[in-house]
Structure formats: structure tokens, C-alpha cells
């Protein structure tokens, strides 16, 4: 009898529409997945043993199918940290709207997974409850900030997740660990109850097994909210239509920026191997320029801090979360409560931030970066007139070990260098398994569209799936 943890949502789907599979029997079949497995990957920071499956009365687009949420997505009365200390025992009053969706078409919340603190990092390494392991080996990381999720997914501990994307959040994780993870457009899904990282860069987006899973999930999540003023307010389409086995005629461009000098020759060789492949199947190959791109990781460790620096005020031990108790008065208050409260990372971003939004350096810093930011856009619009989609590695590198970058932040902001800059022009980005190393370790494809354009990312990415079997492969545990 096969494994119900190990097949996907459509195929779940499929068996309780016309075979009467009971959704109590896919949750119990996880649970006890969960129980073997997690132990050695620590991707929950909370399970839900109890979760609620709604009447057949209520049957949604997602009836009786598991759903695991980051830790910084907002579930009525569930305690929700952001893996940090400072937001201990904070249990949201409401729902995000990426939830109520969830709930109203019948998904099944089965707890919060892991993640970087306050989605500050791309290794999963700096949360409150210890790092998440790669479940391909688990001396190494699952990548960030949405490691947790990612290595659920690949280890068959939930069927679909949720993550979030700032600067490659949700699509670096599904590369190290062969999943795939889309991050939709910027306004495409509502950010109301995702807690905020840097607003004008953030997107909640999917992480499964497979690129059908992912038009199931983008159809229920995507669409007009009122509750966020960035949400767009235009039709969504049916994202299972694009679900199309055809690439011919497609132009796909490939930027010599995002081939340089230091990428893993395995990484260069998978992604270069795949897009030989796209060819053979019709697209058309463009060479293409994004002559800023040498300029995205800078731009962003600017941006994004300055307005982590904002949002991370609100977290002063005063209205909910951590607070410490043996202070001597307001301030002294506020000073204990901050730094007990955040970790290292958190601190030193928040740090950058505020130097960087500091009268003396305002222009200097964040103006400018937001100008760079601006020209980043243009290039990307100047390269959508050649071409439909814009190929590129999701990652530099696979999976490294746990432990190996932690002393150097450079080094591992470098890790999010090929994904920054989709969050910085605010495109639609996708990333696929698409190769493995010598030992063992996914190679993830990434493929960026024109904003609002997630079918044809959808249909490249599906037209790829179903001409290779990297996503079927499963890590030994």
C-alpha cells in the first residue's frame, strides 16, 4: 500500500473526490511520518496533532489536503514568533488572508514551520529553536529563510506549504532541497497578517512537490484583499490552465550576469543543461543583458534592512511578545527587552538599517539605493522585449554545511545573489529541481517572467517537470 504522506495534492486530491479517501487518513498518515522523521530535520516549531477537517459539506478547491505555514504568517489564537525570542507566547487575534483562503476552501493547517529569525537569513540557521537539516544531508543547511517549509516538503512531512520571499526566501530553499517554490508578483497575493520583514519587498508564495501543486495553491492564495493597500486589483486566472506540456516558440533569455566567475561548475552545468533542454523541446534561446545586476546585492542589503529597521520597532516588550523584568524603568525597559530578544542577525540588520535611514546618511544610502533599484527594473524591461522568461541558477552553490557561514554575512548574503533581484523589480520567479551534484544535492533551475505573468513561468516550469524526473526523486532518510 503506497504512503499517503509521500504523494502530492493533486494526486490526493484525485483519490478523495472519486476513490472516498477519508481526509482523517491523510493527516494520520502524516502525523506519524512527522513523528519518525522530524526528529532528525527539525522543520516544525509546532504541530497541530488536532487539526480540524471540515464536513464534506464545506468540500473547497483544497478539501482535506495538509498545509504547513511559515512561522511568520499570522493563524488566529496559534502562537506565532518568527522563530525569535522577542515574539514568545504572541498568539495573532485574526487570520492572514493567505489563511482564511486556505481554511475557507478546505486546506488543513498542520502546524508552523521553522525558518531564519524574522526571515533574516538564507540557511535557516538563525532561529530561536536551532537550525532546520536538509533532509538530502542533514549535516547541511536547507537554505532560507523558508527552510522549514522546504524541507517538509522534500522529506514528506506535509503535502503543501506556505513561505515567504524578500530577497529569494521561498525559491533558495526549494532549490537546496529539490522542491519547487514560486514567488508570485508583488501585489499578486495579499501580505495582510504576514509579519514584516521590508514591505515593499515581501511576497507569501507556495512551496510543493511538484509545478501542478503549485497552480493549485497560486489559485486559492492569489487575488484582490482590501486589508493590504499593495494587493493589486486585477482578475486571476485559472493558474491549472497553464498547466500546458509546450514551450515551442517561447524566448527564453539567458543574462551572461548570472554566469560568473565563482558559481559551482555542477550548478553551471545543470542549469546550462536544462535550458539545452528547454531548446530541444521549441523555446527559443536569447543572450540577454541586466547590466545592474552587479549592483542588486549591494541595493538590497540597504533596502531591506532600512526597512526591517522600521518594522522591527513595533517589537518593544510593551504590547505583546517577550519582555523582561528586571528593568529599572521605560527605557531601560526597552533596552533589556531588545536585546534579550533578538539574536545576532536581527540585531546587525536592524543596526545597518538605522544607519543607513540616519539623517547624515539618508541620501547617501537608501536614496541612492532606491535610484540603483530603479535602473535594476529598467533593465529587466528592457530584456522583456526580447524575450518571454529569463533563465538563470537559483543559487550559486548547493546546499553547504551547517555552520560553514555563519561568522562570515557576507559571504552568506552572497548566497541570495541570482534571487534579489526579482524581489527588487517586483517579477514573478520560479524555482525547479533540475539537476543533482556528485553528492547527492539538488540543483535548482530559476526562471523569472514580466510582472503579473506567472502562467507562462508555470507553463515552462510544467513543460520541464514532465521531461525529467528530478522531482520525483526522493531523499533517503
Known sequence: MENLYSLTAHELKKKIDSEGLAPSGILDSLIKRIESVDK???????????????????????????????????VKGEETTCASRILKGFKPPYDA????????????????????????????????????????????????????????????????ALGSDTGGSIRQPASLCGVVGLKPTYGRVSRYGLIAFASSLDQIGPITKDVTDTALVMNVIAGYDEMDSTCVDMPVP?????????????????????????????VEAGVRGSIDLLRDLGARIVEITLPHTQYAVSTYYIVAPAEASSNLARFDGVQYGFRAQDAKDLVD?????????????????????????CAGYYDAYYLKAQKVRTKIKEDFDKAFKLCDLIATPTTPTPAFRIGEKTLDPLSMYLSDIFTISANLAGLPAISIPCGFS???????????????????????????????DYHKRKPGL
Open 438 to 468: 556528485k553528492n547527492s544535492l539538488p540543483i535548482g533551475l530559476h526562471m523569472l517572467a514580466k510582472p503579473f505573468d506567472e502562467e507562462t513561468l508555470l507553463r515552462a516550469a510544467y513543460t520541464f517537470e514532465q521531461n525529467t
Open 40 to 74: 532528525k530535520i527539525k522543520a516544525f516549531v509546532s504541530l497541530n496533532k488536532g487539526a480540524s477537517v471540515l464536513s464534506k459539506e464545506r468540500r473547497g478547491k483544497l478539501y482535506g489536503i495538509p498545509v504547513l505555514v511559515k512561522d511568520n504568517i499570522c
Open 97 to 160: 488572508t493567505v489563511i482564511k483562503r486556505l481554511k475557507d476552501e478546505g486546506a488543513v493547517l498542520i502546524g508552523k514551520s521553522n525558518m531564519d529569525e524574522f526571515a533574516f537569513g538564507s540557511s535557516c540557521e538563525t532561529s530561536c529553536y536551532g537550525p532546520t537539516r536538509n533532509p538530502w544531508d542533514t549535516d547541511r543547511i536547507p537554505g532560507g529563510s523558508s527552510g522549514g517549509s522546504a524541507a517538509a516538503v522534500a522529506s514528506d512531512q506535509t503535502i503543501l
Open 238 to 266: 485559472d493558474y491549472t490552465k497553464s498547466l500546458v506540456k509546450d514551450v515551442k516558440g517561447l524566448r527564453i533569455g539567458v543574462p551572461k550576469e548570472y554566469f560568473i566567475e565563482g558559481i559551482d561548475t555542477e
Open 333 to 357: 525597559m526597552y533596552i533589556k527587552t531588545r536585546s534579550k530578544g533578538f539574536g545576532n542577525e536581527a540585531k546587525r540588520r536592524i543596526l545597518l538599517g538605522t544607519y543607513c535611514l
